[in-house]
C-alpha cells in the first residue's frame, strides 16, 4: 500500500524558513517522479513542484521557484520541500504526491506573527 | 499557464441519479503521443484529493465504475452514474500535460 507521511508543519513567523518533509513507503520510491500540491485554506489546488528520480531535473510553478526548494533522498525513501521567505500567503495544506496519482493527508503551514 | 476552467461551481444531487462536471482548458492538452492530459480528483470533506480519472478517461484503481470521464482535445466531461452518499465533496479538473501543472477552482457535489 502506497503512504506517504508529510511532517514538519506549524506556526512560522513571516519571513522565517521551514522545511517538509514527506515519508514514503509501500513504493519503490527512487523509480518515481515525487511534487507538492499545497491548498490555501477554503482554496483550491495549486502544484508547487516536481523532482524526478534521480534529482536531475525539478521543476516548479515560476511564482514560487525563488522561494521553494525540492529535494529528495532516495536512501531514506524521503522527499523534502524547503521553504524560505515566507508570507501569509504561504499558509496553507502541503501535500506530497506520488506522480499527483497518491496524495498524502497534508501537513498545515501558518505563517503568522 | 493552461487555465483550467470547471463548472458548474456546485450541483446538488438525488441520490440515484446521475451527475456531470464540465471542465475546459485554455489549450488541447492532447500529447503528441495520442494520449490527453486531463485528470479528475475527487476531495471528500477534511481528506486529502484522491485521483478518480487520469488520461481523461482511465478509471484509477479502486474507484468504482460508476465514475467515467470523456471529451475532446479542450473539453472534458466526469460523468457520476447513480450518485451515492460518499461521492459528496469537491471535485478538480487538472492537466499534466506541461509545466506548470494547473487545476480547475473545483466543483462541490452535494446531495439533495
Known amino acids: 500500500e502506497v503512504k506517504l507521511v508529510e511532517s514538519g508543519g506549524g506556526l512560522v513567523q513571516p519571513g522565517r524558513s521551514l522545511k517538509l518533509s514527506c515519508a514514503a513507503s509501500?513504493?519503490?520510491?527512487?523509480?518515481?517522479?515525487m511534487g507538492w500540491v499545497r491548498q490555501a485554506p477554503g482554496k483550491g489546488l495549486e502544484w508547487i513542484g516536481e523532482i524526478n528520480q534521480d534529482s536531475s531535473t525539478i521543476n516548479y510553478t515560476p511564482s514560487l521557484k525563488d522561494k521553494f526548494t525540492i529535494s529528495r533522498d532516495n536512501a531514506q525513501n524521503t522527499l523534502y520541500l524547503q521553504m524560505s521567505k515566507l508570507g501569509s500567503e504561504d499558509t496553507a495544506i502541503y501535500y506530497c504526491?506520488?506522480?499527483?496519482?497518491?496524495w498524502g493527508q497534508g501537513t498545515l503551514v501558518t505563517v503568522s506573527s | 499557464d493552461i487555465v483550467m476552467t470547471q463548472a458548474p461551481l456546485s450541483v446538488s444531487v438525488t441520490p440515484g441519479e446521475s451527475a456531470s462536471i464540465s471542465c475546459r482548458s485554455s489549450k488541447s492538452l492532447l500529447h503528441s503521443n495520442g494520449i490527453t492530459y486531463v485528470y479528475w480528483y475527487l476531495q471528500k470533506p477534511g481528506k486529502s484529493p484522491q485521483l478518480l480519472i487520469y488520461r481523461m478517461s482511465n478509471l484509477a484503481s479502486g474507484v468504482p465504475d460508476r465514475f467515467s470521464g470523456s471529451g475532446s482535445e479542450t473539453d472534458f466531461t466526469l460523468k457520476i452514474s447513480r450518485v451515492e452518499a460518499e461521492d459528496v465533496g469537491i471535485y478538480y479538473c487538472g492537466q499534466l500535460l506541461e509545466n506548470p501543472y494547473t487545476f480547475g477552482a473545483g466543483t462541490k457535489l452535494e446531495l439533495k
Open positions: 504526491a506520488l506522480s499527483l496519482a497518491y
Open positions: 509501500g513504493f519503490s520510491f527512487n523509480d518515481y517522479w
